[in-house]
């Protein structure tokens, strides 16, 4: 018999949720709750004595029948307590909060509903004709507590309970029917296209990956088609029982599009499957300004009253939950579109979204990825090579001194415990500051934790009573920060360093630095059954696995490329450098030299990509005066809106008589754009795309020399290379391209760049401008004029 589970705690909150969405109170002590809980919790229950039970497991099973089929449908849970008297028995539950006690004049609904939960699994067990319950609120700084006790009769438990289940059987009946349309149609569908070279291969090992629950890296050249082909095993995967949701995540808008085409090419075979695909909240809010409360927002008021309807009504109406849909429906509710579209996403087969919302502590979705919460999950993750860096900037957590001061002048009088907390963590910064006269490792942070966590309860308090207005979203913003850092401090292990750090802007950082973020990645990646990461530029491979959480027994795999060596010629400029030492009018002229020969080799569109602005600067001064007649020149500026890339990119249209782009390494144009045919033909990749050498970097080197392992390496090298292959990779995107790709800098031809290179590129010329331009002819079949 099927079984569906569902924890009491998501029970009673998806069922009874119920009024405003508000940003302006209730929420901002749950994540510290959840990270101090459990400490809290065994503190209070050990003062309990011989009578008190805690952490009791509670389970409550009840056979049902639907339309697609009977099914036992399980509520479990633990509850914190329960306390056995002679003149009765108490289910107790603990909440950790860290508001006044005295603001509290009554329980939570909600939290109540649980008690009341567990102590109707009790009772009926044990056959009792009544039971209490008692919630213990207990505030997190002080341990002062405070309790509301309640007596119930089993009767009125019992129907209080049944009349719950009976609202979420209803749920449970629907998509049960659903899923058994989904399993019936995935059978027949087929792969959309006839398998390029390597593509049935990798869509086999994905599969296989997948019903060993393991994880799989690919390193997948342009023009595999990873997306379909890790789509459609996964889908077949489903089919077979081995997994039920799929999470497509990505950094990147173009390519969720790119997935969500993926699986409606699957849709029109007759795939009966419900994929949504979760955009941000600044980007999906119709309002000017998103400030999620009643007063600024007409969808925010009595939001939780309507949602479940709205979340219903669409999905026995529709399969198709694209942003347009998802606005229409929010706006026929009247609720907030992105939290319905979280709500619509516990009920989809597929989900594609970015990182965080699966790997980010304070972004993640609770309901699939929070504290003891697992699942049949799939996980794709494309562009994975972007995992890394982003991993380390979730885990991170950074405080600036100068804000502590900023939120002490902003407060002026108003609160003077507020004022000394804020005072106390300012002395153990200006402490550090005095000793750090550029940037410093810390081996401890010595008491600061603990005067945070004061700091963030009394800031709590005061938001509570704040008026609305700038002066809060302020303190509100300083008071996340401060809960980042917490919960980073929570998190740190070997993978993070301690540093101090005092700007060029003259402010002066504290920082948890997470260095190796495979622990926390790994984490998450164990919350579903397989994890496949894939990326055009994943070389060394090894690098990969070892920060993204791979296992010695994971796989990965080199898909061949499908494209014919014949359609790229790579070629090294071995007579030029862009290393800091050698760059001068001299290095410019030979950069210029280089594209003007690309042009010369064949007319059309290249792009030009640089290492940084101020070299782009340089060598477009030089190249603006010998740039051929007819050639058209674009430049990447910095802080480009949305609508002057989309010009940009537009600029790149089939015929033309010359035009380049003068790009940045790394920018809104080295990675995710596609530009097929004779819309680009050449990429010009000046130097090795090192990044800056700054204090972070340093402390990436020196953690990694430290572990015998090379830091160089793994601090410059790798993540520099990895700006050129993707660079490189907007040349040659189907099968009809033709296209060069110019690397210009003497250290491609050392062995350490050459090791990085992919497999398809082992067969470049090498060569200086004195001869490039042959090697550019004989690559286009230009005869050379006598």
Known sequence: MKTIRVSVRNLVEFLMKSGDLDNRRGGMADKEAMQLGSRLHRKIQARMGGSYQAEVPMKYQ???ISPAGPYLLSVEGRADGVITEEDGITIDEIKGVYRSLDRIEEPSPVHVAQAKSYAYFYGKEKGRSSMNVQMTYCNLETEEVKRFVFSYSMEELEEWFEGLLSQYQEWCSMDLAWKEQRQASIGPVRFPFPYREGQKELAAAVYRTIARKRKLFIQAPTGVGKTISTVFPAVKAVGEGLGDKI???????????????????????????????????????????????????PYAKGHFDRINQAVFEMLNETTDFSREDILSQADKFQVCPFELSLDLATWMDAIICDYNYVFDPTAHLKRFFGEGVKGDYLFLIDEAHNLVERGREMYSASLYKEDFLEI???????????????????????????????????KSLKTFPMSLMNLSGLLEDYLEEAALGEERKKILEFYFGVQNFLDAYERMDEGYQIYCELLEDGRFLLKLFCIDPSRDLKYYEAKGNSTVFFSATFLPITYYMGLLGGEKDDYAVYADTPFDPEQRAVILGVDVSSRYRRRGPLEYQKIASYIVRALEGRKGNYMVFFPSYRMLEDVLETFEKQKPEGVRLLVQRSGMEEKEKEAFLSAFEE?????????????IFGEGIDLKGERLIGAVIVGTGLPMVCNEREILK?????RNMDGFAYAYRIPGMNKVLQSAGRVIRTTEDRGVILLLDERFYSQEYYDLFPREWKNLSVCTLKDVGATLREFWKIPIES
């Open 702 to 706: 020196q953690y990694f020399d430290g």
């Open 408 to 442: 002490k002048r902003l407060l002026k009088e108003k609160d003077t415990r507020l004022k000394k907390a804020l005072e106390r963590c300012n002395r153990y910064l200006l402490e550090q500051k005095r000793e750090c006269e550029n940037y410093k490792l810390l």
């Open 247 to 297: 999470f497509y995540l990505t950094a990147k808008t173009i390519t969720r599009q790119v997935a969500w085409e993926a699986f409606q090419l699957l849709k029109k075979q007759g795939l009966n499957i419900k994929v949504i695909v979760l955009t941000a909240k600044e980007k999906i809010c119709p309002l000017e300004e998103t400030d999620c409360n009643p007063v600024h927002c």
């Open 62 to 64: 009840k056979e049902c």
């Open 655 to 667: 015929e033309s008589e010359g035009l380049v782009g003068f790009c940045v390494m790394g920018g």
